[in-house]
């Protein structure tokens, strides 16, 4: 199957730091990324839509000031966590679409970021 | 968007069949049933997906019934590493497709 590859897989920062989390399509081109957050035993809460070339769509409720994303390729979705604070402690996970595949399997997972704010 | 409604948790045992069945009540006719795995600190991985009737690959095996407003996903002889969480999916062939998780099940598998 595709392969999506999301880095780094555990941050620890500071209060007040920015942080950037990376999520590639490795071997097909994504043309549409999202990006979701994982309290502990909870489920994905998605918190963006990120479309190549054009602003992210939010989820209500969700900061775009506070959570940057870029989607300047067809492979490459980051999303910056800016001026972090504790509560932003959390499992991060991208998913690529790929939607002009063939197989059944289209939509490709990142293997989450733990981010840890201190 | 169609809704989907799991059991929160289940346990079985070693050997055992296991079934986790979803409903999705207002399924759209162009939509798909996917089913993801998903273990603690990683990415969902996919299963299984379906249309109607019966699928089944290596690893699964996925049930729709023909008013496809449930679907049940089959996991034959579990073992301790199928204990995770269980999320099914309607998927729409074609158009915008915003991939939403409800709650789950959480399969617990004891020796």
């Known amino acids: 199957g595709a392969v999506v590859s999301q880095h780094p897989s555990r941050v620890i920062c500071k209060s007040g730091t920015s942080v950037k989390i990376e999520c590639r399509s490795l071997d097909f081109q994504a043309t549409t990324m999202f990006w979701y957050r994982q309290f502990p035993k909870k489920s994905l809460m998605l918190m963006a839509t990120?479309?190549?070339?054009?602003?992210?769509?939010?989820e209500q409720g969700v900061e775009k000031d506070k959570f940057l994303i870029n989607h300047a390729s067809l492979t490459l979705s980051t999303l910056t966590v800016t001026s972090a604070h504790p509560e932003d402690s959390s499992f991060y996970i991208c998913?690529?679409?790929?939607?002009?595949?063939?197989?059944?399997?289209?939509?490709?997972f990142g293997s989450g970021t733990q981010l840890s704010v201190l | 968007l169609a809704k989907t409604t799991q059991p929160i948790s289940m346990d079985s045992y070693e050997g055992q069949e296991v079934n986790i069945t979803c409903s999705h009540n207002?399924?759209?006719?162009?939509?798909?049933i996917t089913w993801y795995q998903q273990f603690p600190s990683q990415g969902p991985r996919f299963i299984i997906q379906?249309?109607?009737t019966k699928v089944t690959n290596e690893v699964a095996s996925l049930f729709i019934p023909a008013d496809r407003k449930s679907s049940t996903l089959s996991l034959p002889r579990v073992s301790l590493s199928d204990t995770a969480v269980y999320y099914c999916l309607v998927d729409p062939s074609g158009g915008s497709y915003i991939p939403t998780f409800g709650r789950g099940t959480s399969l617990i598998v004891h020796p």
């Open positions: 379906g249309y109607k």
């Open positions: 990120s479309n190549e070339g054009s602003k992210a769509t939010y």
């Open positions: 207002n399924i759209a006719t162009n939509d798909y």
């Open positions: 998913s690529a679409n790929s939607r002009d595949r063939a197989s059944p399997e289209k939509l490709f």
